[in-house]
């Protein structure tokens, strides 16, 4: 168990739904990511979020969106969904953001697009 | 952040030490050299980091050559469980993020 958790760990929706991925950092942790990795594109970064504000962009599509609450959780709000969306979705924590940390893995949240 | 360049698959006998390579050519004087792991389609799992020196840690060691153009992660006594895709990224000293960048990494499989 890394300390950091996803939910759901797996679900199952249809073309056109919208769905929310959820991630708790580890205790302590302020910063959290979003990765996506379908089988054609390996590990792609997403987002990531400091102490509730963006921090950082990656290739992340306009149908998709993320916060991060005031008690550090984050969210990961897919809409619009196309069969290209089916992936596993990560989340990471790290302490400060940026530096040279190191990013704890949760154990990803796998969405099918049917 | 510079790019690296890893082998796409290496094979080990278990027990035997697993020598991973890593190319950086264009490294600059304040990033890190990273290595992550990725079992089957768990999490990515931090393995060990470094900027100079040779790293060890209970899980592997860390060689970078002197002119820090390339390393070598070293997993002294390979087993089963190490089967996975490792990455090794190279990261400079953000203000701003910290993020990774990940590349198609070096899948290896540890044999009996």
């Known amino acids: 168990d890394s300390g950091v958790t996803q939910t759901p760990k797996h679900l199952i929706t249809a073309t056109g739904q919208r769905v929310t991925l959820r991630c708790s950092p580890r205790?302590?942790?302020?910063?959290v990511y979003w990765y996506q990795q379908s089988l054609d594109q390996g590990l792609q970064f997403l987002i990531q979020?400091?102490?509730?504000?963006?921090?950082a962009k990656g290739n992340i599509l306009e149908r998709f969106s993320a916060q991060q609450f005031p008690d550090l959780h984050s969210e990961l709000n897919l809409s619009s969904l196309e069969l290209g969306d089916s992936a596993l979705y990560f989340c990471?924590?790290?302490?400060?953001?940026?530096?040279?940390?190191?990013?704890?893995f949760g154990a990803g949240s796998r969405l099918t697009v049917l | 952040d510079a790019k690296t360049t890893q082998p796409t698959s290496m094979d080990c006998a278990e027990g035997r030490a697993a020598n991973l390579p890593c190319n950086h050519s264009?490294?600059?004087?304040?990033?890190?050299v990273y290595w992550y792991r990725q079992i089957h389609s768990q999490g990515p799992q931090y393995i060990i980091h470094?900027?100079?020196n040779n790293e060890t840690n209970e899980m592997a060691s860390l060689i970078i050559t002197e002119d820090r153009k390339s390393s070598t992660l070293i997993l002294p006594h390979a087993t089963l469980r190490d089967t996975a895709v490792y990455y090794c990224?190279?990261?400079?000293?953000?203000?701003?993020?910290?993020?990774?960048?990940f590349g198609t990494g070096t899948r290896l499989q540890v044999f009996p």
């Open positions: 990471a924590s790290s302490v400060r953001g940026a530096g040279a940390n190191v990013l704890t």
């Open positions: 205790s302590g942790d302020l910063s």
């Open positions: 979020y400091y102490n509730g504000e963006e921090r």
């Open positions: 264009t490294i600059s004087g304040n990033e890190y």
């Open positions: 470094g900027l100079k």
């Open positions: 990224i190279v990261r400079g000293l953000s203000y701003n993020t910290d993020k990774l960048i």
